[in-house]
C-alpha cells in the first residue's frame, strides 16, 4: 500500500491526489523501526516486559498510517492494530496479554456455522475462534513471561490476517451472520470509485476482445501471461478488497494450480471466471472497492535473487511476439514479470514505488483519470517526459539510500525511443538493482 504525491521534480510541483495502491508490504521497515525490533528482544531478554512491548508496537507501527494505537502505563496497556476491515483489540497486565477481533454478529443459532469455526480451529495455531454470545471472534492470549517479540508478532499477524480474510467468507456463505465494527473502513470518493470501475471494466473487455483475436492453441502461452498481467494490474492499480479480492485471487489460483491440465484449458477456464466477474452488478464490484489500514503483509518477503530472475524469466519471451507482429502482448509480458512479484512477494518499498512509476508511464490514461497531473509518457504521441522520469527515480534513490545505499538505476541503459523497449530496459533495471540493506 502506498500512498504517492508524484510530480516533486525539478520541472513542476504538481501535487497529486492521495491514493493508495497496491497490496501492503510490511517489508517496508526503517532502519529505526528494526533498531526497535533489536532493543524488544533485548528487554525482553532484559525481564522488562512493559519496554519491550513499546519497542515492539513502534516496530509494528507504519510511519504512513496509523495502523497500530499503543497505550500503557505502570499497571498495564492497551493496543489496536488495523487489518483491512478488522480491528484487533488488546491489552496486558503484569501476568498476561490478551487480544481479540470480531468477525460477526450471529442472528440466530447455527449448527453449520459452529461447524464451520470448529474446522477453523485446526488451522490456526496461535489463535482460536470462539463464541462470545451473539459474537464471533477470534482470540489470541500468553503470558508476559512467553511473550517474546516472535511469539507476539506471529500470534497477532495469525489473528489479524485470518480474521481479515475469514469475515467475508463467513457473512457470505451464512445468511445467519452480519457485518459488524466496521466503522473504521474509509469509503472511497465517488469519482475515485467510479474511475476504477469503469478501468475494471475496460481492462477485462480489452483482455477479451484481444483473446478472442488469438488462437486459443497457438497463443496459449501469451494468453496466459494476457490473463494474468490484467489481474495483477486490477490488483495494483484498484486494489479490491473481501470477496472481490477473494473470487480474483480464485482466477489466478487457476493457473498456479499443480494439475494436469493443459494451459488452453485453464486459459479457458479463468475467462470463463474472468466473464462471471465482469457480469455481476455494480454495486457488488463497488462495494470491495474501499481504504483500509493494515499492519501485516499477507505474502512473504523474497531473496532478491527470486525477483530478477522472475523478471528476466518473463522478458525472455517477450523477443517472439514482437518479431512477429504482436507489440501489445509483448508490452504486457514486461508488465507480468515485475507485477507478479508485486502480487506474490512482500516486495522492498522501493521496488514497488519504481513499479508505480512503471505503471503511470505504461497507464497514463488511468492516472490521468484519477486526477494524477504529471505526464510521464503520453501514449497517443509515443512521447515520454524522460526529465520527470529521471527526477522520479532519483527521489526514489534518495529517499531509500540511507537503507539501501548501493540500490540505483542506470539511467544512460533506459531507453525511450518506444514503450516496448522503455519497459524492457527499465525492468532490466530492476533486475539488477542491488537491493542489500545496511
Avoid at 469455526?117 to 496461535?126: A, C, G, S
Avoid at 466503522?183 to 478472442?212: G, T
Amino acid at each position: 500500500m502506498l500512498e504517492k504525491i508524484f510530480g516533486r521534480n525539478k520541472k513542476n510541483t504538481l501535487a497529486d491526489p492521495d491514493i493508495n495502491f497496491g497490496r501492503y508490504s510490511d517489508n517496508n521497515k526503517s532502519i529505526d523501526q528494526l533498531t526497535k525490533w533489536k532493543d524488544a528482544e533485548t528487554l525482553f531478554r532484559e525481564n522488562k516486559i512493559f519496554e519491550c512491548f513499546d519497542a515492539f508496537f513502534k516496530y509494528l507501527k507504519d510511519s504512513e498510517s496509523d495502523n497500530v494505537i499503543h497505550e500503557r502505563n505502570e499497571k498495564g496497556g492497551s493496543f489496536s492494530i488495523y487489518q483491512g476491515s478488522k480491528v484487533v483489540k488488546g491489552k496486558y497486565d503484569d501476568k498476561t496479554l490478551q487480544a481479540e477481533v470480531s468477525l460477526a454478529h450471529m442472528v440466530l443459532p447455527s449448527v453449520p456455522v459452529m461447524r464451520r469455526l470448529l474446522e477453523q480451529n485446526f488451522h490456526v495455531y496461535y489463535s482460536r475462534y470462539a463464541l462470545d454470545d451473539e459474537r464471533l471472534c477470534m482470540l489470541f492470549d500468553t503470558m508476559l513471561n512467553n511473550a517474546s517479540p516472535a511469539k507476539l508478532y506471529y500470534g497477532l499477524k495469525e489473528l489479524a490476517t485470518r480474521a481479515d480474510k475469514q469475515d467475508d467468507l463467513l457473512v457470505h456463505d451464512f445468511t445467519v451472520l452480519k457485518m459488524m465494527e466496521t466503522e473504521h473502513i474509509i469509503p472511497l470518493p465517488e469519482n475515485e470509485k467510479e474511475v476504477k470501475f469503469q478501468y475494471f471494466q475496460k481492462w477485462i473487455n480489452e483482455l477479451i476482445e484481444l483473446v478472442s483475436s488469438l488462437d486459443m492453441e497457438k497463443f496459449s502461452g501469451g494468453i496466459a501471461y494476457l490473463i494474468l498481467a490484467t489481474f495483477f494490474r486490477i490488483d495494483f492499480l484498484l486494489r479490491p478488497e473481501g470477496k472481490l479480492l477473494q473470487e480474483m485471487e480464485k482466477v489466478i489460483q487457476i493457473y498456479f494450480k499443480k494439475d494436469e491440465k493443459p494451459v488452453v484449458e485453464k486459459n479457458r477456464d479463468m475467462l470463463a471466471a474472468i466473464r462471471k466477474q465482469q457480469s455481476k452488478p455494480t454495486e457488488e464490484i463497488t462495494t470491495f472497492l474501499f481504504n483500509a489500514k493494515y499492519a501485516f503483509a499477507i505474502v512473504q518477503p523474497q531473496p532478491y535473487k527470486t525477483i530478477s530472475e522472475t523478471i528476466s524469466n518473463a522478458n525472455q519471451n517477450v523477443n517472439w511476439y514482437h518479431d512477429n507482429g504482436y507489440p501489445l502482448i509483448a508490452r504486457q509480458i514486461t508488465e507480468y514479470g515485475i507485477s507478479y512479484c508485486q502480487y506474490a512477494y512482500s516486495l522492498p518499498k522501493p521496488v514497488t514505488e519504481f513499479f508505480l512509476l512503471f505503471m503511470m508511464i505504461n497507464h497514463d490514461d488511468y492516472f490521468r483519470a484519477l486526477g494524477f497531473k504529471n505526464d510521464y509518457y503520453k501514449a497517443a504521441e509515443n512521447k515520454f517526459d524522460k526529465e520527470a522520469i529521471e527526477n522520479r527515480m532519483e527521489e526514489i534513490e534518495k529517499n531509500w539510500k540511507p537503507k539501501y545505499p548501493r540500490m540505483g538505476i542506470n539511467k544512460d541503459r533506459v531507453r525511450y525511443n518506444s514503450l516496448l523497449q522503455f519497459n524492457l530496459s527499465f525492468t532490466k533495471e530492476l533486475e539488477e538493482l542491488d537491493m542489500d540493506p545496511v
